[in-house]
């Protein structure tokens, strides 16, 4: 009789046991499920109709390393002929003897901010922007030629977009009215992985410091942000949210969860063949 006492009393240890193995298994199981982040962008608008946002300086100014393609016309070409920098050979090395066709020369400002202008002379032209310096550069060229036109582009406008964007990469901006949003859809929107909320912008600026700042998506103040245009060299970095960490430090979230089913299954059947065992006997 104490025997079977005996049996019953190691048969409910076991069985508590065999409870919470299964109650361990469903807290790790829940604690794998990260938290949902949004993927609406504004999301702060969404019961919105319509409105005003307030408006921002998008101008790019120029700094030091720029390249700037500068032209000068006017009515009559031969007036405006010594303004301009003379073609240059686009050949390579490999092919110099290939006839090409000319591609006109560019400006590089200096450390000092400057550029020698070709009849004017040296101009400082750090932190102007270019059509502050075409303005300039009608105003001195006037004097000697009537209406002239000129056209300033800064040709070496680049932005890095890294992180969780489907086209991660350098990208060469033709424009100088250029947002986060523009780069963004440049590379291809985020991944579904990225964090919205959470976009690290890298700027380098004029004295050479590099500052950051974190941007939100799903905030509508960031479209009236002194940030939400971008300047050349910016580096916009796309964080990855929990999931995407997660799956990176389990190698997959699934076989993680599997292997925990597993060993949960392994012991239930240990503990079963145990029971078993000491029932028979």
Known sequence: MSRLVEQ?????????????IILSAALMLTACNAPKS?????????DTQSGTLPSTDYEIKLRPDDELLITVTSLVPEATAEYNLPLSNPATQ??????????????????SGDIKFPGIGMLHVDGMTTSQLA??????ISAQVEDPYVKVVLVNFRINVMGEVNRPGSIDVNRERYS????????GDLTQYGERDNILLV???????????HLNLNDSELLSSPYFYLQQNDVVCV????????????????AFKLS?????????????????????R
């Open 239 to 254: 964080n990855p949210n929990k999931i995407r960490k997660d799956n990176s430090k389990y190698n997959q979230n699934n």
């Open 203 to 213: 700027r380098e600026e004029n004295d050479g410091t590099k500052t950051f700042h």
């Open 8 to 20: 019953s009393s190691l048969f409910i240890d076991m069985r508590t046991i065999l409870h919470i």
């Open 260 to 280: 925990v089913v597993s060993a949960v299954t392994g012991a239930c059947s240990v503990i079963a063949s145990l029971i078993i065992a000491l029932v028979i």
């Open 180 to 187: 986060i949003l523009d780069a963004l859809a440049d590379a």
């Open 135 to 140: 303005s300039l550069l009608v105003k001195k």
């Open 38 to 46: 949004s993927l609406t962008y504004f999301e702060d608008l969404s």
């Open 94 to 111: 490999n092919n110099i003897m290939t006839p090409s066709q000319g591609k006109q020369q560019t400006y590089i400002v200096d450390k």
